[in-house]
C-alpha cells in the first residue's frame, strides 16, 4: 500500500511537471535573444531564440524561475501559469552577476561581455585586445593590418584566428601580402555592441581560419542617442566621430556612423595617416518578429611608414628609435561592403537566419625589410597590390527545445558560399614608390569555398553533449600573367572536420567542459597550384579541459589546459614571392582568468596565458617556433559612473620569446599600462586618454631579420623592430543629443 502511494504521487508530480513556455522582451517590446531561464528549483535551463521565445522544461506549479541577460535586470517569477508567459526585462547598469553558467559551450565569452560593456573599445587597436590572450602589433604606419598573436600562434595577419563582423569575414584568403590578411580597420569602434570570441577548433560554424580561435564583432543595431565627439592630441593627432539617430521606433531603426582620424604618429618621418569611415544601418522588424538588417559602410586609409628597422642602425646612433632606413615605405586602402540579414520565423520555435555579403576591396602597400641585401644599388623595397570582389551568403536552419524523452535537443543547419574574385595580384621590386625595376610575381586568383554544417546539442540532467561536423569545398584558380604562353591552373579541395564538445554545470555557479575538434586553414592558391594540391588544407587537431566557476555573485574565476597540433603546411611568403615549408608543430598551454566587480561601479580583472610551442620535426634546441608567445598577460581596473566619472587603468604583458628556430636570437618582452578618465554632465564628456602611462621604452613587433645597409660589407641577422608608442596624451569632448 505504501509503495502505491509513492508510485501515485512520482505519477502526480510527472504530471505535474510540464513546460513552462512564454517569450521575452525588453521594455520596448522587443523580442531579446539568449535570455537564460534558470529554474531554481531543480537545475534545469533554456535560453531564448531569435525571436524572444522559450520553452523550459520539467517545471511545476510554484517554481522558481530566474530571467537573466547581461544588461538587465534579473527577474525572478514563481509559476503561476505554464504556458504564454510573456516577461519584459529591465535595462539595469550591466554586472556580473547577471552572467549565469549553464552548460553552454562558450560560456567564457559572455563572462569576458563584462569588460567591454563596463569599458567600451576607444580605438581600432583595442577591439582585438578584448579577447583574454589575444595580443597584437602594428608595424607599418598604422594602416597595414596588425600582426597578431594567440594560444602560441604568430598569426602574422589572421592565418589561424577567423575574424568577421556581423557574420561577414575579415580575413583575406591569397592575398598580395600574406594568406589570411584581416584589417578591421573599417569598423568604428563605437559602432561595437558585443565581441563573440572562442578559443580553439570547436564551433561548426567557424571554417576557414579557426584553429586557434575566432572572433566576430556584432554591430549596434540602433542608438540610443546621436552623438559627435572630437578627439585630439599629441603627435598632430585628431579623430572626429559622428553617431546620427535617423529613425528610432518600434519596428523600424536606422543609423549614420562616421569617422575621420588623422596622425603623424610619434616618428621622425611624419607617417601623414589619415583613415574615414562611413557606416549605415537600416533595420525592420514585422508583426511576426521577422526581421531584416541592411548594413552598408565605406573605408578608406593613407599613409607613409618608417617600417621595421636594424638594431645596430639605433646602436650605431646612425638613426633615432623612432627613425626609418626608407621612410618612403606606407601604402593605401580602402573596403566598401554591402551586408543583408534576414530572419525568418518558423514553426516549432524554428528560425531561418540568412547572411548576404558583398566587398569591393582595393591594396597597395610599399615595404622594405631587408634595405640593401639583393640589390646594392636600388634596395630591396617592394611593393604588393591587388584588387579584390567578395560575394558570400550564409544560411542557417535553428531550432530548440526538441523532447526526446528526458534529454533536449538544440539544432543548427547551415549552408553557404565564399566567392574571391582577385584581378592584378602583383609583388614588384620599385624604387621611392616611383620606379618599376621588375614583376616579381603577376596573376589573377579566383577562389571558391563552399561548406555546410550541422551543430547539435542534446541537454540531459547537467550535462549538454555537443557534436557536430562541418564540410568545406575549395576550389582554387591561378592565372599567371608573366608568362608569354596562356598559363592557368586550377585545384580543388575538400575538408571534413568533427567537433565533440561536453559540458557539465554542477550549478548556475560552476561549469565544467572537455572540448575536442578538428579545423583548418586554407594556404594560398599560388601554394596550391605550385604544390599540386598536396598539403594544402592544414589540419588542426585540438582540445580544451577547463572550468569556470563563480564563488560569489559578483566573481569568476576560469581555468583551461589545452594541446593544438598542426599539420604540415606549406607557405606563401609574399614578400619574398617563395613558398616555404613549415612542418608539424605542437602547442601546449594553460590559461586563467580572474573577473571581480567589487562594487556597482568598481570593476578588475585579470588574464594569464603560458604556451609551450615546438616544432615536432627538428631537434632539441632547434625546434623553437620564432616568434610564438610564451608568456602573456592583461588586465585592469574600471570604474563606471561614480558621481559622473568613468574611466579605466590597464596593463598589457608580453614575456620574451624566440625570434628564431634555435633561441639565439630573442625578441624582448614589454610591460605597457594605458589609462583614460571620462567625466559626464548633463549631454557633455570629457575625457582624457593616455596610452603608455609610464612612457616605457618598448617594442611593438619584432623580426629576425637578415639585413644590409647602404655600404656594409656583408649582411647581418638581429633584431628588427617597431618601435612602440611613447607617451602619448590626448583629450576628447561628446555631445548627445
Known amino acids: 500500500m505504501k509503495s502505491m502511494y509513492i508510485v501515485l504521487l512520482l505519477c502526480c508530480a510527472s504530471l505535474s511537471a510540464q513546460n513552462l513556455t512564454g517569450t521575452v522582451t525588453n521594455q520596448a517590446g522587443q523580442a531579446l535573444e539568449n535570455v537564460n531561464i534558470y529554474n531554481l528549483n531543480n537545475g534545469k535551463h533554456a535560453h531564448t531564440n531569435a525571436n524572444g521565445t522559450f520553452s523550459l522544461p520539467a517545471v511545476a506549479v510554484q517554481d522558481s524561475i530566474a530571467f537573466s541577460r547581461l544588461g538587465f535586470a534579473t527577474q525572478y517569477l514563481v509559476v503561476k501559469k505554464l504556458n504564454g508567459l510573456n516577461i519584459s526585462l529591465a535595462e539595469a547598469s550591466t554586472a556580473l552577476d547577471q552572467v549565469v553558467l549553464t552548460s553552454e559551450v562558450n560560456s567564457l565569452s559572455s563572462v569576458v561581455a563584462v569588460d567591454l560593456k563596463l569599458n567600451p573599445v576607444k580605438s581600432s587597436q583595442e577591439i582585438l585586445r578584448k579577447v583574454p590572450g589575444l595580443f597584437i602589433g602594428q608595424h607599418a604606419g598604422g594602416g597595414k593590418a596588425e600582426q597578431i598573436f594567440l594560444r602560441g600562434f604568430d598569426v602574422d595577419h589572421g592565418t589561424d584566428v577567423a575574424i568577421s563582423v556581423d557574420g561577414m569575414p575579415v580575413n583575406m584568403v591569397s592575398h598580395a601580402h600574406g594568406q589570411g590578411y584581416a584589417d578591421l580597420h573599417f569598423v568604428i569602434p563605437e559602432t561595437i555592441d558585443n565581441i563573440d570570441f572562442g578559443k580553439g577548433a570547436y564551433y561548426a560554424d567557424k571554417g576557414n581560419f579557426n584553429t586557434a580561435g575566432y572572433v566576430d564583432l556584432r554591430l549596434k543595431e540602433s542608438l540610443d542617442a546621436s552623438s559627435l565627439s572630437l578627439e585630439a592630441g599629441q603627435f598632430n593627432t585628431s579623430r572626429l566621430t559622428g553617431m546620427f539617430n535617423l529613425i528610432d521606433e518600434q519596428n523600424h531603426s536606422a543609423y549614420l556612423a562616421s569617422e575621420m582620424y588623422l596622425t603623424d604618429g610619434p616618428f621622425d618621418s611624419p607617417q601623414n595617416f589619415n583613415r574615414i569611415n562611413v557606416l549605415g544601418k537600416y533595420t525592420y522588424t514585422d508583426a511576426n518578429k521577422d526581421k531584416i538588417t541592411l548594413t552598408a559602410s565605406h573605408f578608406q586609409s593613407k599613409w607613409d611608414a618608417s617600417g621595421q628597422i636594424p638594431q645596430r642602425a639605433v646602436d650605431q646612433g646612425l638613426i633615432g628609435r623612432f627613425g626609418a632606413i626608407d621612410d618612403t615605405e606606407g601604402g593605401q586602402t580602402s573596403r566598401t561592403n554591402l551586408t543583408l540579414q534576414h530572419l525568418k520565423n518558423l514553426a516549432h520555435n524554428a528560425v531561418l537566419k540568412t547572411n548576404a555579403y558583398i566587398s569591393k576591396y582595393d591594396f597597395e602597400l610599399y615595404s622594405n625589410f631587408t634595405f640593401f641585401l639583393e640589390d646594392p644599388v636600388n634596395g630591396d623595397q617592394i611593393k604588393q597590390q591587388e584588387e579584390r570582389f567578395i560575394a558570400g551568403l550564409q544560411s542557417t536552419y535553428e531550432r530548440k527545445h526538441i523532447a526526446l524523452g528526458e534529454t533536449r535537443l538544440d539544432y543548427q543547419a547551415g549552408v553557404g558560399f565564399r566567392y574571391d574574385n582577385v584581378d592584378d595580384m602583383s609583388l614588384s621590386h620599385t624604387v621611392n614608390r616611383q620606379t618599376l625595376l621588375d614583376r616579381l610575381a603577376f596573376g589573377d586568383v579566383d577562389e571558391l569555398n563552399a561548406f555546410a554544417f550541422l551543430n547539435t546539442e542534446f541537454k540531459t540532467g547537467k550535462f549538454t553533449f555537443n557534436p557536430a561536423v562541418r564540410l568545406d569545398y575549395f576550389k582554387f584558380d591561378y592565372y599567371n600573367k608573366l608568362t608569354e604562353a596562356y598559363d592557368n591552373q586550377s585545384e580543388s579541395k575538400v575538408a571534413f572536420s568533427p567537433k565533440f564538445n561536453t559540458v557539465f554545470a554542477p550549478s548556475q555557479n560552476w561549469q565544467l567542459f572537455l572540448k575536442t575538434g578538428i579545423g583548418f586553414h586554407s594556404n594560398d592558391t599560388r601554394v596550391v597550384v605550385a604544390n599540386g594540391g598536396e598539403e594544402i588544407l592544414p589540419a588542426a587537431y585540438s582540445a580544451d579541459l577547463g572550468t569556470i566557476i563563480k564563488p560569489m555573485p559578483r566573481l569568476a574565476l576560469n581555468a583551461t589546459l589545452w594541446t593544438l597540433f598542426l599539420d604540415q603546411e606549406f607557405v606563401y611568403v609574399g614578400d619574398a614571392g617563395i613558398v616555404e615549408p613549415s612542418g608539424k608543430t605542437r602547442r601546449m598551454g594553460v590559461e586563467a582568468g580572474a573577473r571581480y566587480q567589487l562594487t556597482d561601479w568598481l570593476y578588475v580583472f585579470a588574464d594569464a596565458n603560458y604556451t609551450h610551442a615546438r616544432s615536432t620535426e627538428e631537434a632539441d634546441g632547434e625546434d623553437y617556433i620564432p616568434l610564438a608567445p610564451k608568456f602573456t598577460s592583461a588586465g585592469g581596473l574600471s570604474v563606471?559612473?561614480?558621481?559622473?566619472?568613468?574611466?579605466?587603468?590597464?596593463?598589457?604583458?608580453?614575456?620574451?620569446?624566440?625570434?628564431?628556430?634555435?633561441?639565439?636570437?630573442?625578441?624582448?618582452?614589454?610591460?605597457?599600462?594605458?589609462?583614460?578618465?571620462?567625466?559626464t554632465i548633463e549631454n557633455w564628456t570629457l575625457g582624457v586618454i593616455v596610452e603608455n602611462l609610464l612612457d616605457t621604452s618598448w617594442n611593438e613587433t619584432q623580426f629576425a631579420t637578415e639585413s644590409r645597409l647602404f655600404n656594409e660589407p656583408a649582411s647581418v641577422e638581429e633584431i628588427h623592430f617597431t618601435p612602440g608608442t611613447p607617451f602619448y596624451l590626448r583629450g576628447k569632448i561628446t555631445y548627445r543629443f
Open 640 to 679: 563606471d559612473n561614480l558621481s559622473g566619472f568613468s574611466g579605466s587603468l590597464g596593463y598589457r604583458w608580453l614575456g620574451d620569446r624566440a625570434a628564431n628556430e634555435d633561441n639565439s636570437i630573442v625578441a624582448e618582452g614589454y610591460f605597457v599600462t594605458d589609462f583614460n578618465v571620462n567625466y
